[in-house]
């Protein structure tokens, strides 16, 4: 377990995930309301995205070869915490089968979606960079949201994150994927004054030079959502 917890404390900020972990709850029922079962809740949601964070990593393993830094580059390192993946993730539906068969049933979906995907498409760069985004719109499903339209919203929060993050667009660029984020939000809650309020916020967050300002983005897309 050494291995693991090294890699946790070089890629994993736990205030951080753990905040994540708790906001993606609070996207899935609208609320803020904190209470036993959202807590379990945010706890497995919360070491299901430090897994596929590990997952997504040892896929980059090869890429990541020059970052010596990184333990997971290290072929002897990536197979034996590539174990412990499997390992965790085997045990995590088997905890999830007792509780409801059919959580269980949609992470081993999971797995397969993205084995198949990451196979097929990671020589597309543009398209790697949202490999690791599709388990952000899988959580609140599995959770039990009934929004297909926010769903879409929030990942596409999240694709003009990783692609402002890797330089992929430009902040203008930018602004019609989240006016089109807002437009999804709006077309269930139909509030379109607070939407307005949260799409302005949201739009001078994206044009200041600040790189973790973008990460605002995020709070503001599920705070729209839970006024709303």
């Not at 010596?68 to 499997?86: C, E, V």
């Not at 807002?182 to 302005?200: E, G, P, S, T």
């Amino acid at each position: 377990m050494h291995d693991l917890s090294k890699y946790i404390k070089e890629r994993i900020d736990l205030l951080s995930w753990s905040a994540l972990a708790y906001a993606l709850v609070c996207f899935t029922y609208g609320s803020f309301w904190l209470n036993g079962i959202r807590l379990a809740e945010s706890f497995g949601v919360f070491v299901f995205l430090i897994l596929f964070r590990l997952y997504d990593d040892l896929a980059n393993s090869e890429i990541d070869r020059h970052k010596l830094q990184r333990s997971y580059t290290k072929d002897s390192k990536a197979i034996l915490l590539k174990r412990y993946f499997y390992l965790l993730y085997t045990g995590l539906i088997l905890l999830l089968a007792f509780h409801e068969a059919r959580q269980a049933i949609l992470l081993i979906s999971f797995l397969l979606l993205c084995e198949t995907c990451y196979y097929v498409l990671f020589p597309f760069r543009k398209i790697r960079l949202l490999l690791p985004l599709l388990k952000y719109p899988f959580v609140v499903l599995v959770l039990g949201s009934q929004d297909p339209y926010a769903i879409f919203g929030l990942f596409l929060i999240f694709l003009i994150i990783e692609y402002r993050d890797e330089d992929v667009i430009s902040k203008f660029m930018a602004l019609p994927i989240l006016f089109v984020a807002y437009v999804l939000c709006y077309f269930n809650n139909q509030d379109l004054h607070v939407a307005i309020v949260f799409l302005i916020l949201s739009i001078a967050t994206l044009l200041v030079n600040y790189k973790r300002a973008r990460y605002l983005l995020l709070f503001l897309y599920i705070l729209n959502n839970v006024a709303l």
